[in-house]
């Protein structure tokens, strides 16, 4: 069955980075974009941007771009989301999920990580 | 970016009761990239409907789904305890965008 397994809760000051890992089994890592969302405590939804690993390839939510980078790593199966330069806004829950497209057309997120709180605080 | 805004932010309903729930879009939608989402407290999101009408796998019938281009429509036919929760439009156009969430609470 296919799972999204993301790393441990971390806690760090502002202006630091953080680095969350998402580990994918049950299926082939390189046929599906991975997406990451976050949710700050009691907000909604907000899209980050998404890594092609099969190309490498990213897209990031305009908000986002020049302080995050997403990687992969396919020996492992692996996506990863680096954040930088945080600040309190940034404590929030991160999520990582898969992408489905099929040749019909539909793309939508069919499975998500567990979550991974990332608290920024001094 | 395509703005969805949804409607109400909270609706208070008993169980048994139909959950009518509403996703407007700034500027049109193709149905294909609207979905839907349920949260629970503490959990991830889980897919419930995506190309605005398609239930995804193991998703109650008492779930659909309607609508195009700006105005979409979330239905839940008779509320379950289990349904209690937060819903979520989301549009795939050229990026992403979710709505702002509706929050099915127990009257």
């Known amino acids: 069955q296919v799972q999204l397994v993301q790393s441990g809760a971390e806690v760090r000051e502002p202006g630091a980075s953080v680095k969350v890992s998402c580990k994918a089994s049950?299926?082939?890592?390189?046929?599906?974009?991975m997406h990451w969302v976050r949710q700050a405590p009691g907000r909604g939804l907000e899209w980050m941007g998404w890594i092609n690993p099969n190309s490498g390839d990213t897209s990031y939510a305009q908000k986002f771009q020049g302080w995050v980078t997403m990687t992969s790593d396919t020996s492992i199966s692996t996506a990863y989301m680096e954040l930088s330069r945080l600040t309190s806004d940034d404590t929030a829950a991160y999520y990582c999920?898969?992408?489905?497209?099929?040749?019909?057309?539909?793309?939508?997120?069919?499975?998500w990580g567990q979550g991974t709180l990332v608290t920024v605080s001094s | 970016e395509i703005v969805l805004t949804q409607s109400p932010g909270t609706l208070s309903l008993s169980p048994g009761d139909r959950a009518t729930l509403s996703c407007r879009a700034s500027?049109?939608?193709?149905?294909?990239?609207l979905t839907w989402y349920q949260q629970k407290p503490g959990q991830a999101p889980r897919l419930l409907i995506y190309g605005a009408s398609r239930r995804a796998t193991g998703i109650p019938d008492r779930f659909s789904g309607t609508g195009s281009g700006t105005d979409f429509t979330l239905t839940i036919s008779r509320l379950e305890p289990e349904d209690f929760a937060v819903y979520y439009c989301q549009q795939y156009g050229n990026s992403v965008t979710f709505g702002g969430g509706t929050k099915v609470e127990i009257k």
């Open positions: 049950g299926y082939t890592f390189t046929g599906y974009h």
């Open positions: 500027q049109s939608v193709s149905s294909t990239y």
């Open positions: 999920v898969r992408c489905h497209y099929d040749r019909s057309g539909y793309s939508y997120f069919d499975y």
